[in-house]
């Protein structure tokens, strides 16, 4: 699943996947964009995470110089978990202007998890993104999946782009680092610990960022993570193991859905646990899963259900209610851990 070509790949408008062209053309490219428009949109996914945020927030701060004006835009509800990011207050929660000339989404899979890219002006959308599954949507493509995090592709073409690095920007940055490696526990390689290093050199405080991560979970959340825990399902003598987020937990708990985004980790961080999903009841006809393996291809595993991500963390959005998703999944987990493709070996992912 992890492509093998240079660190970083510059994918061509519709071939969908990223050509083994090194990054610099592609930075060169982003350069003239940024001089042609005043104009910025900064866009992240639903329920962005960290490193959705904190790349948004510090490529934000660090086009200031360059731009008139630079709105950062996710869709509602505004992620108030992540309210300690520097920069959080220019964040607007609503659905995205596409009177910009220039567009740039940052941790977007694909097209359908921007909603609204259709009504931006032709050539406009630069796609940032370090997901193995990036479908290649954007006019220019700056996409390394062998980065752990967005963030790092932030860091390599704000390096390129020869902008300063202020200690806000290197928090906002290594903050995503640390989200989406786990607080460099998985998808961590040399390279992420060296840009860590770097980012801590340039003013990023290790030790609060942690302390903010992992340190100050609000109560509504560890409520919300009791009552799925207490529902969790294990099968096949422990190698699967499930739980649910209901409409009526959310509201018992007084949580928001994205304050779910730990108890997938928690559900593989079960002894003998092969595969995990979370699934959330995201509408009567909506559900969406949460997938962590690392025996199966996780990425490839919601791929079937139209979702995607990376080797051993991915989800999917499934047009069904949860009973029926529930059903669904829980039968395609016992084939995959049938013939699981081994993936013990190998680079991070
Ligand atoms: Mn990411």
Redesign the pocket.
Known sequence: MLRTTPALGVVLPGDGNPSPEPLDPGIARLSRLLDAARDVLLVGHPDP?V??LGSCLALAEALEGCAERVQVVVPPPAPVLYSWLPGFERLQAAPFPCDFPLVICL?VVGRERAAGLEGVQPGAVVNID?HASNTGFGDLNLVDPEAS??AQVCLRILDGLGLPISPTIATDLYA?LVG?TGGFRHSTSARTLADGARLAALGADPVAVAARSYASIPETTLRLVGLCLAGLRSELEGRLVWAVVTAGMLRRSGAEMPEADRVPDLLKSIAGSELAVLFRQVGPRRTRISVRSDLVDAGRFCAGFGGGGHRRAAGAEISLPLTLAVRLVREAAERALARPLLLRTGPPG
């Open positions: 995470d490193d959705c941790d370090h995090a967005a995503g989406d």
